[in-house]
């Protein structure tokens, strides 16, 4: 089972970029084929979807519905839109716990946040600024 957490960056990402910003903080870490390994620990899947592909529209259009069904997205909406990237993680749990997992990748929001500015959707949660909740999705 994987949790889920996109990046909507402002900015066009790839892979690469963020292969590379991980591995300047641990080179452990690497994006191979998409899997993102720290060490020997698999943590799940990196894909980037850049804007006008049919995985990024699927993405954007389904995020903004569940931010417009709240009725608190009109300052977010717009923010979403404006996205020249999505990045999703789908994590994977593999026996441990979801704290230890969320450890293991937190490089990674940081690397993301260095390479485009951009707001975060956590599966279930909400969507976020950085550390600031802007639209709860807890209910959805």
């Known amino acids: 089972m994987s949790y889920y957490i996109r990046y909507f960056a402002t900015r066009p990402i790839s892979a690469k970029a963020i292969h590379q910003g ?8 690497k994006i191979d084929l998409g899997e993102l390994v720290r ?4 943590l799940g899947q990196v894909e980037v979807n850049q804007a006008q592909g049919d995985l990024f529209e699927d993405d954007l259009r389904q995020t903004v519905s569940l931010v417009e069904a709240t009725g608190n997205g009109a300052a977010v909406v717009p923010r979403l839109r404006a996205a020249a ?3 999703v993680v789908g994590l994977e749990w593999n026996g441990r716990s979801p704290d230890d997992t969320l ?5 990674l ?6 390479l485009s500015p ?6 279930g949660s909400g969507v976020f600024d950085g550390g600031q ?5 807890s209910a959805s």
């Open 118 to 123: 951009g707001l975060s959707q956590w599966e």
């Open 85 to 87: 990237a999505i990045v």
């Open 39 to 42: 060490g020997e620990v698999a």
């Open 109 to 114: 929001w940081n690397v993301l946040a260095q």
């Open 103 to 107: 450890a293991l990748v937190a490089p």
């Open 133 to 137: 909740c802007l639209v709860d999705l």
């Open 22 to 29: 991980l591995q300047a903080v641990d080179p452990t870490f």
